[in-house]
């Protein structure tokens, strides 16, 4: 079985990202940009399926700047075993339906028997490229996993959700989106670092695949957040009934 992995570049999770200064997007330059984390936990787990004889091939596919090749030689030193990157204008946010529309043709090329990707990217946290992949395709998707087991023509998914954790079964193929709990990913070796180099990387563009990428939506303004007040000790009880009453509002 192949399987197809959704990587994305974005801000290191480890920096503050920043605004500019007249507010029309964040500061990106001079930044240190990886791998979401998610699409980590994605990459790990079918690298984790690929070692237990389940999958065959494993490819890896980012849609984003020109700079998103060395995200994919991230992936292929992690264990990919090729990668497909469909380059976009420098400043282009390509929006998550576009996204799905591109990636649907891919899977229409390659077949895959299942794709996997993190549940959301953490630069706009948009939640909706599996899902809507999985419409365009008429798969059937499993979101926010914490553990999976394939056996034959099936996945059975272990989902979080608000009231625990939820068991489904979905027919392959499907889309399957990693949350935080399904792994922890691994470091990529020295050795495997030189062999990615090697591994193939095939570069397209949306016009390739017929796709038209431009934003429906226009961003305005993008503003940080309002700076949280620091909170104050009360005496009593009764001192904090009067603030939830008066200052607060909550009574």
């Known amino acids: 079985m192949k399987i197809l992995v959704l990587v994305k570049r974005v801000i290191d999770y480890n920096v503050k990202a920043r605004v500019k200064s007249d507010g029309s997007g964040i500061d990106l330059a001079n930044v240190k940009m990886s791998m979401n984390p998610f699409d980590e936990i994605a990459l790990e787990e079918a690298v984790r399926l690929k070692e237990k004889g389940v999958a065959t091939e494993i490819v890896a596919v980012s849609i984003g700047v020109k700079q998103a090749q060395e995200t994919l ?11 497909i990157l469909v380059e976009a204008e420098p400043g282009t946010d390509i929006e998550p339906l576009a996204v799905a529309k591109l990636l649907a043709k891919i899977v229409e090329t390659e077949k895959p028997g299942l794709v996997l990707a993190g549940k959301q990217a953490i630069d ?94 226009v961003v305005l303004r993008t503003d940080e957040p309002a700076v949280r007040k620091a909170g104050v000790k009360v005496g009593s009880v009764d001192e904090l009934i009067v603030k939830l009453k008066h200052e607060a509002g909550v009574f």
């Open 73 to 83: 030689r991230s992936a292929l030193a992690l264990g990919a075993d090729r990668a």
């Open 124 to 217: 706009n946290d948009m939640n909706a490229t599996g899902q809507m992949l999985a419409a365009l395709l008429g798969w059937g998707q499993a979101t926010f996993a914490s553990a999976i087991t394939v056996e034959k023509d099936f996945a059975d998914v272990t989902r979080e959700v608000d009231g625990g954790l939820q068991t489904i079964r979905v027919k392959l193929p499907a889309i399957i989106t990693a949350d935080l709990r399904l792994n922890e990913p691994r470091y990529a070796s020295l050795p495997n670092i030189m062999k990615a180099k090697k591994k193939p990387l095939e570069e397209k563009t949306a016009a390739d695949y017929g796709i038209d990428v431009t934003p429906r939506l």
